[in-house]
């Protein structure tokens, strides 16, 4: 299996880059910086990427059965975004006890749920980081009607949503336990059932996003390690992927056949020198992954709730800043 090496392709300096979903109907990527409170979108035609200011930090993002409607996942709770108007609405979901602790992770699963993950909040009004820790997260699963139930709790920091290409498994990270665990996963009730250790202790860094391949191979990111790890369905390492830089946030499979692996990196925390960290960076894979699920937020006709929200700041604006990126860079080590 050939991979090729990591390419700087959008030189972002993201304090903590986070969230990457492939929409394939643009195609584009969008991604987070969780500090700055941002979401962006990378063009790969254009190598451009584009901007959207929101007021609270943005932890993840999930295509939905709606085409040109992502769901967003803000430190506090869940909104309904059309990039291409800018229109906000509240979902309906809020997550108890915010702003003490915010979500972190989140991901549609097979039959269209939506699983999100929270943590003790380690980011200030400002964006300015904190230290996280503690074990205040719990995992969330919101269903198509707006049905949410509890499936863990006592988790450090949540990290990590992916599942087996069968739909047979679930596997879901607590980082500051060093340990990816699998579940069984029921497909008819979207419940998950025995956990169990799946790839623990690794020495470099602490696991963070991951992506899954069409072989059932886990890409797992390596927050503070500089690497992303493939590991197989049995838990061993296939192979570890170096990276220019040190914090390796979460990835995501895309492009044409899905053979692009995009990652996003963390600036905050990064040794001095490492002018790449906080960049989105292409890793060309002979292996494709597979496609984002969908979060069924308009099943039967599901209508939003609440009132829409606007941009901060610029009152009749979008909320959005466009630049331009220069073309693929080789990835300094």
């Keep these: 299996m050939n991979i090729g090496e990591p390419v700087c392709i959008a030189p972002t300096g993201d304090r903590c880059g986070e969230g990457p979903v492939w929409s394939a109907e643009e195609p584009a990527l969008y991604f987070t910086d969780i500090n700055r409170f941002l979401i962006h979108r990378f063009d790969p035609q254009s190598a451009s990427v584009k901007s959207w200011f929101f007021d609270r930090p943005v932890t993840a993002l999930a295509l939905t059965d709606s085409p040109g409607t992502l769901a967003v996942a803000l430190g506090s709770g869940l909104l309904l975004w059309a990039p291409r108007t800018d229109d906000r609405s509240d979902h309906g979901f809020q997550l108890e006890g915010w702003p003490s602790v915010r979500l972190n992770e989140g991901r549609p699963d097979p039959r269209g749920s939506l699983w999100l993950g929270s943590m003790r909040n380690n980011v200030a009004p400002d964006g300015t980081p904190g230290e996280a820790g503690g074990t205040d997260g719990l995992l969330f699963r919101v269903d198509p009607d ?9 988790i450090g920091i949540s ?10 498994r679930f596997y879901f990270a607590d980082t500051l336990e060093n340990t990816v665990y699998v579940y069984d996963y029921d497909r008819a009730t979207g419940a998950i059932s025995g956990e169990r250790p799946f790839f623990t202790g690794f020495e470099r860094g602490l696991p963070d996003g991951s992506a899954m391949d069409s072989q059932g191979f886990l890409w797992n990111c390596r927050y503070g390690g500089g690497c992303i790890v493939r590991v197989a369905p049995d838990g061993s390492i296939d192979r570890v992927i170096e990276m220019p830089t040190t914090n390796i946030t979460s990835c995501t499979f895309g492009g044409e056949e899905y053979r692009t692996l995009y990652v996003t990196t963390a600036s905050v925390g990064a040794p001095p020198g490492e002018r790449l960290a906080g960049s989105l960076f292409a890793i060309q894979s002979e292996v494709p992954g597979l496609p984002e699920n969908r979060f069924s937020a308009f099943h039967s006709g599901r209508e939003r709730k609440g009132s829409p929200f606007t941009a901060p700041g610029c009152p009749g604006a979008s909320g959005s800043a466009r630049r331009s990126a220069p073309g693929p860079t080789r990835a300094e080590k």
Excluded: F, I, L, Y
Aim: zero cysteines; charged letters at 15%.
């Design 146 to 154: 707006g049905a949410v139930s509890r499936w863990k709790s006592h």
């Design 159 to 168: 990290n990590t949503m992916a599942w087996s290409p069968d739909h047979q």
